[in-house]
């Protein structure tokens, strides 16, 4: 069963402090991965995306890796800021890459 | 326009009755997806359009739902016999579907409250 799950489900940060989100995928035949960034009452947004063959990929303080072996990937976050409170979602497609498969989410609540 | 919009932000309506939700995509976009997430969820697919026709629609949940997009561009989501148990926002998402990226951009989601 294609599957993608999230941990953790929700986390509280300091400003300024890193964290590292989780995704873990059963999805098959793999196409990219992306990790979305979704502010309340908003739609989500793209913040990276990446195929089988590419491991990491920044968007400003937003590092994404993937391991495509153990089907994992994370989204590190560095010297977080209070607009970082966000859902924030992993995606994986497969197939011909217009099958998307969506975790939950980690909610991530950035505090002063 | 700029990006995804869709209309109306928020819909409330009594169980039973009908509802059509608008989904204007980026111009040009081939590609149209709909999707259903309730609160505290990830986005669940619905059905995906690419042109005028349903590429796959195996997410939609029961035969009450159904998604027209006639001429290519703008698409209607049409609720029957609305359930409480249908209250959602409901996100409409396109993209150029070329490429092995293939991004999608999301619109604001239309809420729906089904009392």
């Known amino acids: 069963k294609n599957q993608v799950e999230q941990s953790p489900q929700s986390l509280i940060i300091l400003e300024g402090k890193n964290c590292t989100l989780q995704?873990?995928?059963?999805?098959?035949?793999?196409?990219?991965l992306r990790w979305y960034k979704q502010d309340t009452g908003r739609g989500p947004v793209s913040l990276t995306i990446m195929t089988f063959s590419e491991n990491t990929k920044s968007n400003g303080r937003y590092t994404a890796t993937l391991d495509a072996d153990t089907k994992q990937s994370s989204l590190h976050i560095t010297a977080s800021q209070l607009s970082d409170s966000a859902s924030y979602i992993c995606v994986v497609s497969a197939g011909t890459g217009n099958q998307f498969y969506f975790g939950t989410g980690t909610s991530l609540t950035v505090i002063p | 326009g700029a990006g995804v919009s869709q209309t109306p932000s928020n819909k409330v309506t009594e169980k039973g009755k009908y509802v059509e939700l608008r989904c204007d995509p980026i111009?040009?976009?081939?590609?149209l997806y709909w999707y259903r997430q309730s609160l505290g969820q990830g986005p669940e697919f619905l059905i995906y359009?690419?042109?005028?026709?349903?590429?796959?629609d195996s997410g939609l949940p029961n035969d009450r739902f159904f998604a027209v997009r006639p001429e290519g561009s703008v698409s209607t989501l049409k609720i029957q016999r609305t359930e409480r148990g249908d209250s959602a926002v409901y996100l409409c998402?396109?993209?150029?579907?070329?490429?092995?990226?293939?991004?999608?951009?999301f619109g604001p989601g239309t809420r729906l409250t089904v009392l």
């Open positions: 111009s040009g976009h081939t590609a």
């Open positions: 359009f690419q042109g005028t026709g349903a590429a796959d």
């Open positions: 995704c873990n995928y059963t999805v098959s035949p793999f196409s990219n």
């Open positions: 998402a396109s993209s150029l579907n070329v490429g092995v990226y293939n991004e999608q951009f």
